[in-house]
């Protein structure tokens, strides 16, 4: 019942490099060989996992601390991915503590949470960019998305840089549109219709990346012309909701709002779950049902647990989301998530909804609610 | 039926009902009094300064009550017919049976004064000369949004209540803190969210905060909490969560919590800022700050009660000024007396009218 006396550590500087490029040059080569190679290897996985989990316990004194809590002070020995712990997202909000596996002024970059009136954003640290990049690159091309050239509705990674969407868009970009500039929001905040407008005439097919939110705005533009009408063949990936902004919309009252008003086919759309505290996203392409799929790479695994007893919930049973992914090296490998899914097979699940149940019931003022009512 | 009849009913129905407290015909017939200015002004014209005055009730009253709270529900339903005035009452589809238990215990003048329905019928709103409903913001906003001018309108929203203890940090105190924090399971505006305690240290801050645990799990194994959504669970989990991960590298925080359950949850922390439960028997324990107003500052506008230990009206009167409208002796968080005024209003004057003589 009650929780150890808290075991304090200094970060372990010594052989942390070498470890570091080491697993990261593994796990490279794990992601390339095997987007190459067809069906991934579940030992392999397996065997990395147990070795970042040594490894991020070794160097990342909150995250070994936080284990052994969990097992009456001694550091747990998962024989298997499934038995590591995960941290919860709320954990990279902690100033004072970084969920770190160096010191965060050797970050070479941190991207943060949106920021709430209400709360402290999130931070994750990392020691290098590169395996995020790998990352976003080889899970699109592994889930088969289309390499199209982009144009973004987001600032650029130089006017937004601690935005981890505006990175992994910004990698997309200077892959499928090296000599284009596809970002359309400047650091103000300001959308360059008119760049929009001359893509779409152009009539080539494009990818048109951006926030729910952003699309919303930009089908909401005032005598929105038909220039703005997409190209045949043309994708859109849209992600991320609207907390905080005191707006709400279906998802399907969305896709139908994107094919009214930028005529995409609901077959064309894409949607992103991908969070700052993770290095990998998962994807679902196609009109905007709820209970899809999101599928992701196969460098990461959903695992899927029972709110009331934290215990792992059978595949097609509902519960919180945790996910398992190799290239948050420098972090934590295994995330727990507030989205509430069922799980389906290894690297995939599906969300779900607010549950309509889950209404206030009394008049007491609960967390979330003086949450939402700070931000609306 | 006469306002001391209408009394003498409710009386003898409230006795079925112990969460309403002890409520005598008389006590009722005070309320009337206190609040209107005679004991008979409900029934005939009585002197006020140079003219003659009557109350008249509303005709129909509406009630939405919200889920979980019957006290709530039931004491607006006794005031509305102490009134003499239709009730009808809104319960929420998750059900509030005790409202129709309650009707059952009246005689049938005044139980032909109830209609329950657990889906607001159209009419009903329209029709209603006074609409009180209790609920979360949204709900009120949703509901004052219909309502129309001529309509009398008396809104409960969200609230917030917490518990200050000085000193005296014994068993006892921790079980009647359990009790005011798991009684309906959170969901009253006056459960408790949080306890600020007066020690001598933080260890003995800490210490009242694992008496608290034990005495939340002594309440859950002879009370157990009803069955969460996974939201709600989902919710408990995960903050929980985070601050198992605090706790592990911070001495300043620690939990406790029942095992592979969300029964129920203790958390202690050294920050002082106002920290809002998830509801659903979560509760914080801080030591209690030099600077205490500041830091409900964020939370003034929605504060109810304050649970003090122990009680003396010296120091209720000195936290009067805090910003709650009601200042209760701890392990009596649930019970407000039939005098109270919820929310800091009145109960009975806001839904009469007056006609003068002279």
């Known amino acids: ?376 | 039926m006469l306002t001391q009849e209408r009394a003498r009913h409710l009386a003898k129905a409230i006795k079925a009902f112990p969460i309403l407290g002890s409520v005598s015909a008389d006590d009722l017939v005070r309320l009337v009094t206190m609040e209107l200015g005679h004991p008979g002004i409900l029934d005939g014209f009585q002197e006020k300064g140079d003219i003659r005055t009557k109350a008249t009730a509303p005709a129909t009253i509406l009630h939405i009550v919200s889920g979980n709270t019957a006290h709530a529900g039931l004491q607006s339903l006794v005031r509305g017919l102490l009134l003499g005035a239709r009730n009808r009452c809104k319960i929420p589809s998750c059900g509030l049976p005790e409202i129709a238990q309650f009707q059952e215990n009246l005689p049938g003048e005044l139980a032909e004064l109830v209609e329950i329905e657990s889906d607001l019928p159209e009419d009903w709103l329209r029709e209603a000369d006074a609409v009180i409903v209790f609920g979360s913001d949204e709900t009120v906003r949703q509901v004052r949004k219909k309502i129309r001018p001529h309509q009398k309108f008396v809104p409960h929203g969200h609230r917030i209540s917490f518990g200050i203890l000085f000193d005296d940090l014994s068993a006892k105190a921790a079980e009647d803190a359990a009790r005011d924090v798991s009684v309906f399971d959170q969901q009253g505006c006056l459960s408790p969210h949080l306890f600020y305690v007066k020690a001598p240290s933080g260890s003995e801050a800490a210490a009242f905060a694992e008496q608290l645990a034990e005495a939340m799990e002594a309440f859950n194994r002879h009370t157990p909490r009803r069955a969460l959504t996974s939201e709600e669970a989902n919710e408990i989990m995960h903050l929980r969560s985070g601050y198992r991960f605090r706790a592990a590298s911070d001495p300043s925080v620690r939990l406790w919590c029942s095992e592979d359950t969300t029964d129920w949850t203790v958390v202690y922390e050294t920050d002082p800022a106002f920290a809002i439960s998830p509801l659903n028997r979560f509760v914080f324990v801080k030591p209690l700050p030099d600077d205490l107003a500041l830091h409900l500052r964020p939370v003034r506008a929605h504060l109810s009660s304050i649970c003090l230990h122990p009680f003396s009206e010296t120091e209720a009167v000195a936290l009067s000024l805090l910003g709650a409208s009601r200042i209760c002796p701890l392990g009596r968080a649930q019970e407000p007396s039939l005098f109270w005024h919820q929310d800091g209003s009145a109960s009975l004057a806001p839904l009469v009218d007056w006609i003068d003589l002279g």
């Open chain 1, 1 to 376: 019942m009650n929780v150890p006396a808290p075991i304090q550590e200094p970060f372990d500087a010594a052989g942390f490099r070498e470890e570091y490029l080491a697993l990261a040059e593994r796990i490279r080569v794990t992601m390339q060989t095997q987007v190459r190679a067809g069906p991934p290897q579940e030992d392999s996985f397996e065997a990395l996992a147990l070795d970042i989990f040594r490894f991020q316990c070794a160097h990342n004194p909150a995250y070994s601390n936080f284990c052994r809590s969990l097992n009456h002070g001694r550091l747990p020995e998962p024989g298997t991915w499934s038995e590591i712990p995960s941290v919860p997202a709320e954990a990279f909000k902690l100033a004072e503590i970084p969920v770190a596996c160096f010191p965060p002024e050797q970050a070479q970059a941190c991207f943060q949470t949106s920021g709430t009136t209400a709360g402290a954003r999130g931070k994750h640290y990392f020691y290098s960019t590169d395996l995020y990049r790998d990352s976003v690159l080889l899970g699109w091309r592994e889930l088969g998305l289309p390499e199209l050239p982009t144009m973004i509705l987001t600032p650029s990674p130089l006017d937004a840089p601690q935005s981890s969407l505006s990175f992994m868009m910004g990698v997309l970009a200077e892959t499928w549109s090296p000599e284009e500039e596809s970002f359309l929001v400047n650091a103000g905040g300001e959308l360059d219709v008119a760049a929009l407008e001359a893509r779409c005439a152009e009539g080539s097919p494009f990818l048109l990346l951006g926030t729910a939110l952003s699309f919303l705005h930009l089908c909401e533009l005032p005598g929105q012309a038909p220039a703005l009408r997409l190209p045949a063949g043309s994708f859109v990936l849209e992600t991320g909701g609207y907390k905080g902004t005191g707006r709400a919309l279906e998802k399907s009252a969305l896709y139908s709002l994107m094919q009214n008003r930028l005529g995409v086919d609901p077959e064309n759309i894409i949607n992103e779950y991908g969070m700052t505290e993770l290095s990998s996203q998962f994807y679902t392409v196609g009109p905007g049902k709820e209970n899809q799929t999101h599928r992701g790479p196969h460098w990461v695994r959903a695992r899927v647990r029972n709110p009331e007893s934290g215990e792992p919930a059978e595949e097609g049973e509902a519960g919180f989301l945790e996910i398992f992914d190799l290239a948050n090296l420098g972090s934590v490998a295994a995330l727990s998530t507030r989205d509430l899914a069922v799980r389906r097979d290894g690297n995939s699940f599906e969300l779900l909804g607010r549950d309509p149940r889950a209404t206030p019931r009394g008049c007491s003022l609960s967390a979330g609610a003086f949450q939402d009512a700070q931000q609306s």
